[in-house]
Nanobody
Framework: QVQLVESGGGLVQAGGSLRLSCAASGRTFTSYAMGWFRQAPGKEREFVSAISWLGGSTTYADSVKGRFTISRDNAKNTMYLQMNSLKPEDTAIYYC??????????????????WGQGTQVTVSS
């Protein structure tokens, strides 16, 4: 069993930055590809970014490419999402996810083994 706890959300002005963290319990953190999804009010949950088991490979949605950076520290069982140049359309609840499959499979929203509870990100114009 793995528990995921997100933190770091908040209110920021457009153009600002936030760093989200996802802390995982358990000893098998490196067995999971990890990723971030988000859900804006009235919209479906969408993929944001994913990272491979050891952190060597990453994937990004086109909407965040060049602005967001995903990383993980396996020694701390923690994944991060550095979000720069934030836009009002980035406003959403951000969820971390873990999958025993590949980051590409996770990015497709398939075979997600665990979800976090979400953290709110609000970007004001």
């Amino acid at each position: 069993q793995v528990q995921l706890v997100e933190s770091g959300g908040g209110l920021v002005q457009a153009g600002g930055s936030l760093r989200l963290s996802c802390a995982a319990s358990g000893r098998t953190f490196t067995s999971y590809a990890m990723g971030w999804f988000r859900q804006a009010p009235g919209k479906e949950r969408e993929f944001v970014s994913a990272i491979s088991w050891l952190g060597g490979s990453t994937t990004y949605a086109d909407s965040v490419k060049g602005r967001f950076t995903i990383s993980r520290d396996n020694a701390k069982n923690t994944m991060y999402l550095q979000m720069n140049s934030l836009k009002p359309e980035d406003t959403a609840i951000y969820y971390c996810a873990a999958s025993r499959q590949s980051r590409r499979t996770l990015a497709a929203g398939s075979y997600i083994d665990y979800w976090g509870q979400g953290t709110q990100v609000t970007v004001s114009s």
